[in-house]
């Protein structure tokens, strides 16, 4: 496991080297000699050689001009139809896994789509059951059910090696994926991954707040993330999640492994990427903190910090292979 302290500068369509320099966009730069430097805008990846290259692409959905795409269905034999949006090219894959009732048209996965279409690398997102645009009532849904609605994208649309970018939930499900099809899950990049987060929070709860939730059979979980300003969260999902709990042993995955978190992210806490780093076997395990950045990491600078973590991946996988 590695933790590299560099300072970040991210502008809007160019960015500082970590050490000092300018990139260009679409084109390889040298890169100077420099020195560490204590925390500043992120504790970041070293990037492995001299030169760092910088996708020749923007983020159109970003200025509000992507177009629209049509929405196909996974069926699947009695269980409910997953909506996802697939786009045709190269190996390794990427395919994305969002957050806890989220869905496949966030910020995130459509950046990361742009780019994979850029590059002419395949690329996945769906819906989770009961989420989105997928069949299925959400109340009824389990983490159980979401890990298989990941190994059923994995399965059916997915050929070759892929790339797992998972946000909160996600990123404790890519954890699952890794696991159960290690021959086809080939590197990771957890994005404020919240593995055993929802088992722990409950767990911290005063035992006469968990009784009551026994109760009442629901938990209003709070977040700034929707209108209610809570989400609903069934006992039976409280419950259930126990039985994917990951962190208490060593985690099997032995692929490159990338999370990214924000210091000020208030839902899940950036130590959860610390414990995570020291369970999987894996000895390529980078952790990238912004300093200031939230839970959802949705700030331009953050997609594209997403955005470079990929591509650095890709290239170093084509490199082996």
């Known amino acids: 496991m590695r933790i590299h302290y560099r300072r970040v500068f991210l502008s809007s369509y160019a960015c500082a080297l970590p050490c000092g320099g300018r990139e260009e966009l679409g084109r390889w730069v040298p890169r100077p000699p420099c020195r560490d430097m204590a925390v500043a805008g992120a504790v970041r990846i070293l990037w492995r050689g001299n030169l760092i290259r910088v996708p020749a692409v923007d983020f159109p959905h970003l200025l509000g001009c992507r177009q629209k795409s049509t929405v196909s269905f996974l069926s699947r034999p009695d269980r409910p139809k997953l909506a996802y949006n697939k786009l045709k090219g190269k190996n390794p894959g990427v395919v994305f896994l969002s957050g806890l009732y989220s869905n496949m048209n966030g910020q995130k996965a459509l950046a990361l789509e742009d780019f994979c279409k850029s590059i002419g690398h395949a690329f996945v997102r769906f819906d989770y059951t009961g989420c989105g645009s997928s069949e299925g009532n959400v109340k009824e849904s389990t983490v159980g059910k979401w890990r298989k609605d990941v190994l059923s994208v994995l399965d059916e649309l997915t050929d070759g090696p892929q790339i797992l970018v998972g946000s909160s939930l996600g990123g404790w499900l890519m954890l699952h994926a890794a696991i159960a099809r290690p021959e086809k899950v080939v590197a990771l990049v957890g994005i404020a991954a919240a593995a055993d ?41 409280i419950q259930e999640a126990e039985n994917h709990c990951v962190l208490a042993t060593p985690l099997p995955i032995k692929c490159p492994v990338r999370l990214l978190h924000g210091m000020k992210d208030e ?22 903190l912004r300093k200031a950045g939230q839970h ?26």
Not at 267 to 288: F, H
Not at 297 to 313: A, F, P
């Open 267 to 288: 839902d899940v806490p950036w130590q959860i990427s610390l414990k995570i780093a020291e369970r999987v076997v894996s000895t390529d395990v980078d952790i990238i």
């Open 197 to 237: 987060h929802l088992s722990a929070t409950f767990q911290q709860l005063p035992v006469e707040v968990k009784k009551e939730i026994e109760e009442k059979g629901e938990w209003k979980l709070p977040t700034k993330h929707n209108e209610e300003g809570f989400y609903t969260v069934t006992y039976e999902v």
């Open 296 to 321: 959802r990491m949705k700030e331009q600078d953050d997609i594209k910090l997403m955005v470079y973590t990929v591509e650095d991946l890709i290239d170093k996988l084509t490199t082996l292979t």
